[in-house]
C-alpha cells in the first residue's frame, strides 16, 4: 500500500489479533442466539465517518480480500479507502456478485432478492449482510421463533421499509439457501440468520 495512502487512513484495531477475536466471538453469540442484542468491544478510534463503531469492528474481523462487498458508501467517501486498507476487500457494484452487503442507510437498502441466497450445491456462499439501523431494541412487534431461540424472543429494528420483511420472507423459504443478517446500531448489534422466522 502506498505509503501516502497509509498515511491519510486512520487506524484499524489497536491489537488487530486479539480484537478481532473478541468481535467473532460477539457475532458468533449472535448469531447462535438470533435476535439477542449483543455490545462490541471496540479498539478503533476515531471511527470511520459513516460506519458506526460496531460496523467498523464487524468490518475488519469479517472482510478480507476473498469476500466482494457491495456498500451504499458514496464514492468520495474516506470509509472506502479505510475499509480497502484494512482489509483489502474488493467493491462492486452488482449486489448479486458480492458475500458482504453493507448499507449504512437501512431504508435505502437494494431489494434483497438482488443478493445472492447461494446455490443448493454451496449454501454457504450466500451473502450476509450488514446493516446500520435507526433503533435496536429487546422488546417490540418482531416476535422471532426458530433455531437457537428457546421459545420466543422479541426484537425492535426501525429503519428498514415495510417490504424489506416481506423481502426476508421470500429470499430465505427456501432453507438452506437464504440470507444471513447483521444489524447495527452504534456498538450493538443483532443478527438473523437465514433460519430465523419473523412474525409481526
Known amino acids: ?17 486479539v480484537d478481532a477475536q473478541v468481535v467473532f466471538r460477539q457475532i458468533l ?14 479498539s478503533i478510534e476515531p471511527i470511520p465517518d459513516g460506519l458506526d463503531p460496531a460496523t467498523a469492528a464487524v468490518c475488519l474481523t469479517l472482510l478480507d480480500g476473498d469476500t466482494p462487498i457491495w456498500t451504499d458508501l458514496p464514492p468520495s467517501s474516506p ?40 446455490t443448493d450445491e454451496t449454501p454457504e456462499t450466500a451473502a450476509s449482510l450488514i446493516v446500520q439501523v435507526d433503533d435496536l431494541e429487546s422488546s417490540g412487534d418482531f416476535i422471532l ?16 421499509p415495510t417490504t424489506f420483511w416481506d423481502q426476508r420472507q421470500r429470499v430465505c423459504t427456501g432453507f438452506p439457501l437464504g440470507l444471513d ?10 443478527a438473523l440468520p437465514r433460519t430465523t422466522h419473523v412474525n409481526g
Open 145 to 160: 421463533s426458530g433455531p437457537g431461540i428457546p421459545d420466543r424472543r422479541a426484537l425492535k429494528i426501525a429503519g428498514p
Open 79 to 118: 470509509s472506502l479507502s479505510w475499509l480497502q486498507f484494512h482489509c483489502g476487500c474488493p467493491f462492486t457494484d452488482d449486489p448479486g456478485r458480492a458475500s458482504f452487503g453493507l448499507a449504512t442507510n437501512a431504508r435505502e437498502l437494494p431489494g434483497l432478492d438482488a443478493f445472492s441466497p447461494g
Open 1 to 17: 500500500m502506498h505509503t501516502a495512502l497509509a498515511e491519510s487512513v486512520s487506524p484499524g484495531f489497536k491489537q488487530p489479533s
Open 181 to 190: 443478517l447483521i444489524f447495527i446500531r452504534g456498538a450493538q448489534l443483532a
Open 29 to 42: 453469540d449472535a448469531m447462535s442466539n438470533p435476535g439477542r442484542i449483543v455490545s462490541v468491544p471496540t
